[in-house]
């Protein structure tokens, strides 16, 4: 296959991350003693000018005879993916700094890395280049995952390898059965093409390659019942690398989901669907429920995370419109999700600890810090006016208007539910006395600060101003089933229209 200009303009933002990954490789192969922080500082300055250029690159287009497409879709998830990466390197600088010396560089090419997979991702259309993509972004996540060695309180070690081998053990399990599944999928239709895939006739065999690339995913995203790894590998592992391992690979998931289901088996809808829903249904009701005992804030996130997982299903469930909502849901995630962990990791800094009592009385001594959490609990909550708010009722509404009526109501209780646990966290820092031993341990630590600033600002600005956010996530979701425009033509240079 001849490789032409326009065949890379789609790639422009990818090949910006990878040349900024050797940018990153080169200097840690030439650093001396001392210099991993400036490491820190130029992947974050690599990723932020990735994200500012996709601001003003057009890399929309049509790539290697349609196996590749840059459209409104991928550009809004590169966005999305480039955030999330952005906010884990800034939240991991003084983390990485005081327990990883002199494996900085490794740590910070490791994400960037699953970070190229992950940008990637939007724009396939392609089996073989699905798989490469997940294998990219799924790889450093299992080494990230063992990465560190914690002591709880208590005083006992707890090894982050086993929170990495569980993590392993769970994606090696689901990328073969996806991948099985997948298999089954070229076997019938003879392509690796997405867009051929659809093609093909509806069949009891199709419908069993479709339920085990789902069964596959769910395993990715820590649905119910393959949901068993999450709180482990939550807890066992660096907390700045759970911010990112509990939104960004749970969205590449969904984009994987929406490729496979929405785009190349449009036909097993109905066979798919009461899978699809029992899944959704017992997400929201078993993460909801669990997270009433958990006695540890990154268990309790962990179980929340689940519970949210639900949610996206359902919005996943919902047609067109719930695809826009997930896209707004998952911004909504990406901002919460990340801004709770980033606050337990300070305050983890300063007690030495995750649990319940390590949050008494943090408005008394660290009054923002609290303020920051209680807005990231109420977003995570779905209380007016935040976000989460936003993101919540607008995926109950589309499924209302989709004829998912139990299962709104079933996702509106557990809401309810939900309230009970986050006030745990809030009545900790607010009615609670603080334990003797809570004096801060370190100075301020001025990245992680600022990431979870910027997470604090998205959940306020979003919340009080969602329409440009919406209007974006309608843009691609409308790009996303523009099926005519990302045909397989042999004409690589044919532009992606907007309709």
């Known amino acids: 296959m001849n490789v032409s200009a326009q065949d890379l303009l789609p790639l422009t933002l990818d090949l910006a991350l990878l040349a900024g990954i050797l940018v990153v490789f080169v200097a840690d192969l030439i650093s001396v003693g001392g210099s991993g922080r400036r490491l820190g500082y130029l992947a974050a300055a690599v990723i932020a000018s990735v994200l500012v250029g996709s601001f003003r690159v057009d890399a929309s287009g049509v790539a290697f005879s349609g196996a590749y497409v840059g459209d409104a879709w991928a550009l809004f998830l590169k966005r999305v993916f480039l955030v999330s990466g952005l906010l884990a390197v800034l939240g991991s600088l003084d983390h990485v700094d005081r327990h990883h010396p002199g494996r900085e560089g490794e740590y910070y090419l490791l994400v960037m890395f699953s970070l190229l997979g992950m940008t990637l991702l939007p724009g396939v259309r392609d089996l073989i280049l699905l798989i490469v993509c997940f294998e990219l972004m799924g790889l450093p996540l299992f080494v990230l995952a063992a990465f560190a060695k914690t002591e709880d309180k208590s005083g006992t070690e707890r090894f982050a390898p086993e929170a990495g081998l569980k993590l392993y053990l769970v994606g090696v399990a689901s990328t073969a059965i996806t991948m099985f599944g997948l298999s089954l999928l070229y076997g019938l239709s003879g392509s690796t093409s997405l867009e051929r895939l659809a093609a093909t006739p509806p069949s009891p065999l199709l419908v069993v390659a479709g339920l085990m690339v789902l069964s596959g995913m769910a395993f990715k995203i820590g649905a119910v019942p393959f949901h068993m790894w999450v709180p482990d590998t939550y807890q066992g592992s660096g907390t700045p690398f759970v911010a990112f391992l509990s939104v960004a ?110 949050f008494n009385g943090l408005a008394r001594r660290a009054p923002a810090l609290a303020f920051a959490m209680l807005l990231f609990l109420l977003s995570l909550a779905g209380i007016p006016f935040v976000v989460g708010f936003w993101a919540k009722l607008n995926v109950f509404m589309t499924a209302w208007q989709a004829g998912l009526y139990w299962l709104v109501i079933v996702g509106a209780v557990l809401t309810v539910v939900g309230l009970f646990y986050y006030l745990q966290v809030a009545r900790a820092m607010y009615m609670m006395p603080p334990p003797e031993e809570a004096a801060p341990k370190a100075a301020p630590r001025a990245a992680l600060n600022l990431s979870i600033a910027v997470c604090l600002a998205g959940v306020v600005a979003l919340g009080a101003w969602p329409s440009p956010l919406l209007e974006q996530a309608r843009k691609a979701a409308r790009a996303f089933y523009a099926h005519d425009n990302v045909a397989a033509a042999p004409a690589p240079t044919a532009p992606v229209a907007q309709r």
Do not use: W
């Open 249 to 358: 690979p749970k969205l590449a998931g969904f984009t994987a989901l929406a490729a496979i289901f929405l785009r190349a088996l449009p036909s097993t809808a109905h066979s798919r669907e009461p899978v699809l829903l029992a899944v959704c249904a017992t997400s929201i009701v078993v993460g909801n429920l669990l997270a009433l005992v958990q006695t540890n804030v990154k268990r309790l996130l962990a179980y929340s995370g689940i519970g949210h997982i639900g949610f996206m299903l359902l919005a996943f469930a919902s047609g067109q419109d719930g695809t826009q909502m997930l896209l707004f849901y998952a911004v909504a995630y990406v901002v919460t999700n990340m801004g709770a962990f980033q606050v337990v990791e300070l305050v983890e800094e300063q007690v030495g600890d995750t649990s319940l009592t390590a």
